[in-house]
């Protein structure tokens, strides 16, 4: 089941983001979908990490429930079915009820339980429960929280920073294939397949180009058009001094923050 289109208007219009944008995030995280059909029930989507159980456990469970339980993200662990995905939180649940739904990402947009306290929540179950209120109102709501809490993530949502919104909604590590999932997903929404320009290339250490040299002229250092050390800690201290996130990535917000 999908979020219907006032769903994603009404966050966009409280974000203040374009509404393709938010379609992106939940195409990204969960396909669009808000409820699974399980046993001829409706169940919120979900996925266990057993390295957040783990680290929630202090590791208690590592040796009796190595499925379950590990210090290291192992997609090995992951569930191949929306059954077993629900199967793993619900073994959890019987170990440990709080870490079992902290450890678990929740809804259309994958929201981490562990951040109920931060988006405002009463509780860890109240925040579960939400997911389930209201048709998908629940889902919708705590993915405006989430970005509502960080105003560096809703700018670069609002501009379309996908790195950034890499970095920031789900934890980077992933070497930009997020951010071009997501890219790719904003433009489909936005009717940009096709005719429409590309937008310059996302730099990081180890390009080479002359839009690399034109990044080094803006940096002031030396414009041999070969992003090396020098130019990435550059980069770097740019970022650490506009309050970006400093991961020596330059997209939109780093290119916007440089006047290119």
């Avoid at 310059?200 to 803006?218: E, F």
């Amino acid at each position: 089941m999908p979020f219907e289109a006032a769903d994603y208007q009404r966050a966009a219009a409280h974000l203040r983001v374009p509404v393709p944008h938010v379609m992106a995030m939940s195409a990204v995280e969960s396909s669009g979908e808000t409820f699974w059909v399980l046993d001829g029930r409706l169940a919120v989507p979900v996925r266990f990490e057993a390295h957040w159980f783990g680290k929630l456990t202090d590791y208690r469970f590592n040796a009796s429930h190595p499925d379950l339980s590990c210090r290291a993200w192992n997609p090995d662990l992951a569930a191949r079915t929306k059954a077993g995905a629900w199967d793993q939180v619900r073994r959890a649940h019987e170990l440990d009820q709080v870490a079992a739904y902290a450890a678990t990402s929740w809804g259309g947009f994958q929201v981490m339980g562990y951040h109920w306290k931060r988006l405002g929540y009463s509780g860890i179950d109240v925040f579960v429960a939400s997911m389930s209120a209201n048709g998908d109102d629940g889902q919708m709501d705590a993915f405006t929280r989430y970005v509502d809490a960080d105003d560096t993530l809703q700018e670069a949502l609002r501009i379309g920073d996908w790195e950034t919104v890499e970095t920031l909604y789900n934890g980077g590590g992933y070497g930009g294939a997020y951010a071009v999932k997501l890219r790719a997903a904003a433009a489909l929404y936005a009717g940009g397949v096709g005719d429409a320009a590309p937008p310059p290339r996302v730099l990081r250490a180890g390009d080479r180009g002359a839009d690399v040299a034109a990044l080094q002229t803006a940096l002031g250092v030396l414009a041999d058009g070969d992003f090396g050390p020098v130019t990435l800690a550059a980069v770097r201290r740019l970022q650490g001094a506009r309050g970006l996130v400093v991961d020596g990535i330059v997209g939109v917000m780093t290119r916007q923050a440089l006047g290119l």
